[in-house]
């Protein structure tokens, strides 16, 4: 545990919180004009370990072999010069923060960030953090690399949860759920059922360590959800023909893969970010990393209970009932392709040629049929 104090005079920022791994979802933007919820569950924080937000730099601007130097070697529109290792908390979380006036331009329903830090230390007016919450951006506080400092607590020291812990205390997300809107929203609900956006976030991290994986060839994902979830992306960017890998899934309390398996789906603990590691025998299997509440719910699929009927014929329009509206997507699963790509061009097979050929051609493709 630690609370983080600003590094210029010393005041406290946050209150007392817990580290645990940046989410996927971290910079997703989703959708047009809805009302996504809060980032981080209170009482924790995350550390972004790469650079994000103002300045940004167009492709064409950095130096020779400055991107690969980063790690980045697919191209991108931008990449940010700011500092790495911003920290963001709930805004529930933060202490002693006001908002610097003036510093909210090119928002739609509330703050964006884009022009930089838009909170200041109430104690002594330095920049500190950067408030999101506009609409189709997760909200949450920035905390600026630098313009902050991590004191400890009481139990800083603590080790981190076991695999049994974790198993015993996670829970399933669910693959769908209700989407709030501005103004009213579809059918005037105020909301919409539709694929849960942190699992679109989560698919396209995988989806990328799937094709890597995959090393150009046909690749095999279980039936059910996970097919359900991965199948239409891998059909799209890999060739057609008899699988030449396979996938399952692999973890905690889960039984040995029957027969070879080249490729695990793992969960990825939720303290540390470590992906789990599998018995020896099955160690040389690539590893996909997945949140632990989606690989749970991939593991554990719930089955959806029964919707009560009408006694005879259907509800009018925009009429509202007491009994439970059937989560359903939107049709077929989509993955968040700009997760997918970002994720790609970060991995090392981004140097080879077949992959980069899968992802700069063959992911385009898959765009414009409506698979991201």
């Known amino acids: ?11 406290g920022l946050t209150a007392e919180v817990l580290r645990v791994v940046l989410p996927a979802h971290a910079h997703q933007s989703y959708g047009n004009g809805v009302q996504l919820p809060v980032l981080m569950e209170a009482g924790t924080y995350a550390v972004d370990p790469e650079p994000w ?3 940004w730099r167009t492709w064409d601007e950095l130096a020779p072999g400055e991107a690969a130097r980063r790690g980045v070697h697919l191209p991108e529109p931008r990449l940010s010069d ?3 290792g911003a920290v963001v908390v709930a805004p529930g979380d933060t202490r002693g923060t006001r908002l ?3 510093k909210s331009d090119g928002a739609c329903c509330g703050l964006d960030g884009r022009d930089g830090p838009n909170m200041a230390c109430a104690s002594c007016a330095a920049p500190v953090a ?14 600026l690399s630098g313009a902050v400092r991590r004191v400890p607590t009481e139990g800083d020291a603590a080790e981190p949860l076991a695999w049994e812990r974790v ?5 399933p997300s669910v693959p769908f759920e209700p989407i709030a809107t501005w103004g009213g929203g579809r059918f005037g609900t105020g909301h919409y059922w539709s694929w849960n956006p942190r699992w679109e976030a989560a698919a396209g991290q995988a989806l990328a360590h799937l094709i890597a994986a995959s090393e150009g060839e046909p ?3 279980p039936d059910g959800l996970t097919a359900q979830v991965f199948r239409r992306g891998l059909d799209a960017l890999l060739p057609a023909g008899p699988p030449a890998r396979r996938a399952v899934l692999a973890g905690p309390g889960l039984p040995a893969p029957e027969g070879a398996a080249d490729v695990l789906l793992v969960p990825v603990h939720p303290q540390t970010g470590e992906e789990w590691t599998p018995p020896r025998a099955a160690r040389s299997a690539y590893r996909v990393p997945l949140p632990v509440d989606v690989w749970l719910a991939l593991v554990r699929p719930q089955p959806r209970g029964p919707v009560p009927e009408p006694v005879s014929g259907g509800l009018p329009p925009l009429v509202r009932c007491d009994y439970p509206i059937p989560p359903g997507g939107r049709g077929h699963f989509w993955v968040d392709r700009w997760v997918f790509r970002r994720t790609a061009a970060r991995l090392p097979a981004a140097r080879s040629p077949w992959f980069r050929e899968v992802i700069e051609h063959r992911a385009e493709h898959g765009r414009s049929h409506g698979l991201f």
């Open 100 to 102: 610097i006036p003036g």
């Open 130 to 143: 950067t408030r999101v919450d506009d609409c189709s951006l997760w909200q949450a506080v920035w905390l």
């Open 219 to 221: 690749l095999a994902v």
């Open 167 to 171: 198993m015993a205390q996670a829970q």
């Open 82 to 84: 700011a500092p790495a």
């Open 53 to 55: 937000g103002p300045p």
């Open 1 to 11: 545990m630690a609370v983080f104090v600003c590094a210029e005079c010393g005041a």
